[in-house]
């Protein structure tokens, strides 16, 4: 059974960091592309950042590059966002999701995690 | 960036309806469209991708069509469980932007 798992949401000020976590179990994380999406409450989704199953390819969102990097470790089936220079529009649930080739749509999605930016 | 908007933002229903939903998105995406189902709470589950095809597991209830820029979702009957709201994704080129969602209300 397919399966992710984020972790390391939480509370933060403003210009602070926060590493978030995906933990991938049931199937060949490297053979897949992966991608984070976000939420803030009570609005749409956002397509955060995406990266290629070695990770040699990765891709933002205008609203976070520069201050977000994705990165995965194939060995331990995770995926990660490094998130810095946080701001109070980054308040969203945070989802990692599987990325397949039959129109790159995102087939499985993980619970999600919350960040909350705010002093 | 590609824009995609949704129609409606709201839609109120009965058990039973048939319902159709449209996207539309600022340039032609051939047919890189996806659509979403969420319920408060939840991750976002796939219901289509490619524009017509239904995800494994998905009530065959849903469908979808379209190419270009001019996409539906159509429930053929809706069921008690379908009240959630729908978001569609184009998956042409990144950014991966959403439309801005259908919330299916209960009539």
């Known amino acids: 059974e397919v399966q992710l798992l984020e972790s390391g949401g939480g509370l933060v000020q403003p210009g602070g960091s926060l590493r978030l976590s995906c933990a991938a179990s049931?199937?060949?994380?490297?053979?897949?592309?992966m991608t984070w999406v976000r939420q803030a409450p009570g609005k749409g989704l956002e397509w955060v950042s995406g990266i290629s199953g070695v990770g040699g390819s990765t891709y933002y969102a205008d609203s976070v590059k520069g201050r977000f990097t994705i990165s995965r470790d194939n060995s331990k089936n995770t995926l990660f966002l490094q998130m810095n220079s946080l701001r109070a529009e980054d308040t969203a649930v945070y989802y990692c999701?599987?990325?397949?080739?039959?129109?790159?749509?995102?087939?499985?999605w993980g619970q999600g995690t919350l960040v909350t930016v705010s002093s | 960036d590609i824009q995609m908007t949704q129609s409606p933002s709201s839609l109120s229903a009965s058990v039973g309806d048939r319902v159709t939903i449209t996207c539309r998105a600022s340039q032609s995406i051939s047919t890189y469209l996806n659509w979403y189902q969420q319920k408060p709470g939840k991750a976002p589950k796939l219901l289509i991708y490619?524009?017509?095809n239904l995800q494994s597991g998905v009530p065959s209830r849903f469908s979808g069509s379209g190419s270009g820029t001019d996409f539906t979702l159509t429930i053929s009957s809706l069921q008690p469980e379908d009240f959630a709201t729908y978001f569609c994704?184009?998956?042409?080129?990144?950014?991966?932007?959403f439309g801005q969602g259908t919330k299916l209300e209960i009539k």
């Open positions: 999701a599987r990325r397949v080739v039959p129109a790159h749509s995102f087939d499985y």
């Open positions: 049931g199937f060949s994380f490297s053979s897949y592309a």
């Open positions: 490619a524009a017509a």
């Open positions: 994704q184009q998956s042409y080129s990144t950014p991966y932007t």
